[in-house]
Each structure stands twice: as C-alpha cells, then as structure tokens.
C-alpha cells in the first residue's frame, strides 16, 4: 500500500495533509525516510511519523454508551449522529453503528468499520440476544411475562420470537414497572410495540447487553471504548 493512504486510512491526516509531513521528512519507513508519496509499505515495515510508530489497523470496534438524542446513523444533515460523538482520529472510513437504537433509547452499541462483521451480526438467523432495561408506564404482570415468553402477533400482523421479561419493580404509587427484556431480534421499535401491544408505554430504554457483550458499568453516556482483542474474538464467535 502507497504511504500516504496508508498514513490516511490511519488517520494521520488527510491525504493533502499527510504529503505536507512526507515534505516536510519526517515520515520514514525502517528508520529511511520517505522521499514520494508513493513509495510502498510492505507487511511488517516499520512506519513512524517522527517518533511515533504508526501500526495499520484495518478495522475498529468501539463500543458506545449512546446517549438520549442522538441518532443511530452516519451522517444527517440537521441531527447529530453517534459517529459525531467520536473523537476525530477514531473516524475512520466506513465507521458505522451495528443496528440502530430509536434516538431516545440509550445504551450499548457498537460502531465498526467492519462491514463484513455488521452484517453478520445482523443478520436474522443469528438471533443474536440483546438485554434492555427499561421503565414502563403502567403495572407490568405476569400475563404480559407469558404473552412475551410465547412469542407475539402485533396487530399489523409483525410475527415476534419469545421474548424473556423479567419484571424488576413495581411502583404500584406512581403505576410504573422497571423490567428487563432479552429479544433475539431487532425489529423497528420492537420493545416499545411489544408493550404497545400491552396498553403500556415504554418511558426509558437502555439496552445493557448484546451477545457477550456488556456494557461496562463505569462508561458514562456518551463514552466509548475500542474492544480488547479478546471481545473482538468473542464476537466474531457469535457469529
Ligand atoms: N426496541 C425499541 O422499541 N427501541 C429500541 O431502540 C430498541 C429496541
């Protein structure tokens, strides 16, 4: 790969950018520096800019505690997005959010440029299971717990997997429940249609798990942290 996309697609700077520090001589690759942007970098050179080695990482996984009132995309023109809460340098090219949370609904996801890995873990037949939180209007019971354990029609005729609900609390003064959901689906606003179905409200959605993934508890709202090696194996093994 030439030097410049590969200082480029580490985020080094833009491609412009990235010729002005090969002028300027202070890009080398095993300690020569580099004379043209187009000089090659094979497997295993090293590559420094100045003294900082510049390793190639071809994808990232970051996972994110989304905050309220964001959206689940990669771009929109009048809303903030979840790529717009990374730090610059971790934008890399076709950073994208795996699914999508409503843009009230909080909690882990995770953005990759892994699209081969997005896929898959997408995919129906995968039945990945995702954990959510949540706060609901009105008195949860244990008919609802069935009706969700058997598996759903709603009325638009939508077909729903068994469901696992945990009621959490009860706040018979107030008429609100704290539950919490596993869906191995990710059907549009599925929980809050499933309640829908109920005659009940979902007033807050925090999804807690998805997979073997956890998100952890000291990552406030809005953080992110890039996977350890060891999560990305377990993850590509939900595959
Ligand atoms: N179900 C919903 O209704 N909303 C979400 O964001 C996720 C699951």
């Given at each position: 790969?030439?030097i410049?996309?590969?200082?480029?697609?580490m985020?080094v700077?833009?491609?412009k950018?990235v010729?002005e520090?090969?002028k300027q001589?202070?890009?080398?690759?095993?300690?020569?520096?580099v004379?043209t942007p187009?000089?090659k970098v094979?497997?295993?050179d090293?590559?420094?800019v100045g003294?900082?080695?510049?390793k190639?990482q071809?994808y990232?996984?970051?996972l994110?505690?989304k905050?309220?009132?964001?959206?689940?995309?990669t771009?929109d023109?009048?809303?903030?997005?979840?790529?717009?809460?990374?730090?610059?340098k971790?934008?890399?090219?076709?950073?994208?959010?795996?699914?999508?949370?409503?843009k009230?609904t909080?909690g882990?996801l995770?953005?990759?440029?892994?699209g081969?890995l997005?896929?898959?873990?997408?995919?129906?037949?995968?039945?990945?299971d995702?954990?959510?939180?949540?706060?609901?209007a009105?008195i949860?019971?244990?008919?609802?717990v069935?009706n969700?354990?058997?598996?759903?029609?709603?009325k638009?005729?939508?077909?729903?997997?068994?469901?696992?609900?945990?009621?959490?609390d009860?706040?018979?003064?107030?008429g609100?429940?704290?539950?919490?959901?596993?869906i191995?689906e990710?059907?549009?606003h599925?929980?809050?249609?499933?309640?829908?179905?109920?005659?009940m409200k979902v007033?807050?959605?925090?999804?807690?798990?998805?997979g073997?993934?956890?998100?952890?508890e000291?990552?406030a709202?809005?953080?992110?942290?890039?996977?350890?090696?060891?999560?990305?194996?377990?993850?590509?093994?939900?595959?």
């Open positions: 790969m030439r410049d996309k590969y200082l480029a697609n985020n700077g833009s491609r950018q010729h520090l090969i001589g202070i890009v080398t690759i095993n300690e020569n520096v004379k187009k000089e094979k497997e295993n090293v590559v420094k003294e900082e080695e510049i190639y071809q990232h996984y970051f994110l505690n905050p309220k009132g964001v959206l689940s995309a771009e023109l009048h809303q903030k997005t979840v790529i717009d809460l990374l730090d610059p971790d934008r890399y090219k076709d950073m994208a959010p795996v699914g999508r949370l409503d009230d909080t882990l995770l953005l990759t440029n892994d081969q997005n896929h898959e873990l997408l995919a129906p037949s995968k039945h990945v995702k954990v959510y939180q949540a706060k609901i009105g949860v019971s244990e008919e609802t069935r969700f354990a058997e598996g759903m029609t709603l638009d005729g939508t077909t729903l997997k068994p469901a696992k609900l945990k009621i959490l009860t706040d018979e003064e107030n609100t429940s704290k539950i919490e959901i596993t191995k990710g059907k549009y599925q929980i809050k249609r499933m309640f829908g179905a109920e005659g007033l807050e959605l925090d999804r807690i798990s998805m073997r993934l956890s998100l952890p000291d990552l709202q809005g953080k992110y942290s890039e996977l350890s090696v060891n999560q990305i194996k377990n993850l590509k093994e939900e595959k």
